[in-house]
């Protein structure tokens, strides 16, 4: 196919005529090949940038300047194409490999600091509901259950001392007003 025949088969294909779209993959479809397996890219990839590099031709066909230098042009989409691919690829990691998988990214991931946050609201939202049922207890239980958690924790005879209750009390009172506060928290 010379310099003319070609240009006279790249109006044809514009056309739509399939005996010259046939003629153009026939004497250029190696030359996209070529430029595609030059790039070091895998068959799959080769295959799929000579599928794209057509496609390209068949959007662009009836805008070709110099129809009879299709074959620059194909070579030319060809390597841009290749190159595409390669640039996307290296942002990509293939493995089967589960540890090069699960990184440790998950600490960080998006989908972990919105569990987290829905975590810490969900803590926030109980800890305001027990402060509640807390503040719905008698003095005395709040007073005794404040004692019993303060740091450094008093001993019982403190305790007992600045209540005025025996210390074989506290621990019976002690679990009165923590049945309490289940109660309200249930409620």
């Known amino acids: 196919m010379d ?30 090949w070529s430029v595609a397996r030059s790039h070091q890219l895998g068959q799959a990839d080769a295959e799929e940038v ?3 590099t057509w496609l390209r031709l068949t959007e662009h066909i009836d805008r070709l300047k110099q129809p009879e230098r299709v074959g620059a042009w194909l070579a030319t989409t060809a390597r841009n194409e290749s190159l595409m691919l390669i640039r996307a690829g290296g942002r990509l ?19 972990r600091v919105v569990l987290d946050a829905e975590q810490a609201a969900a803590d926030e939202q109980r800890l305001r509901q027990v402060w509640e049922a807390f503040r719905g207890l008698p003095e005395r239980c709040q007073q005794l259950l404040r004692l019993l958690l303060a740091a450094p924790r008093p001993s019982y005879a ?3 001392a600045l209540l005025s209750i025996p210390v074989g009390s506290i621990g019976p009172n002690r679990a009165r007003c923590l049945n309490r506060l289940r109660g309200l928290l249930a409620a």
């Open 50 to 52: 000579y599928q794209i």
């Open 93 to 111: 990691t293939v493995t089967s490999d589960p540890e090069l998988l699960d990184r440790g990214s998950v600490e960080d991931s998006p989908e």
């Open 158 to 160: 403190e305790i007992g």
């Open 3 to 32: 310099v003319d025949e070609t240009g006279a088969w790249v109006r044809l294909a514009a056309t739509g005529d399939r005996t010259a779209w046939a003629a153009l993959v026939r004497r250029f479809g190696g030359l996209v």
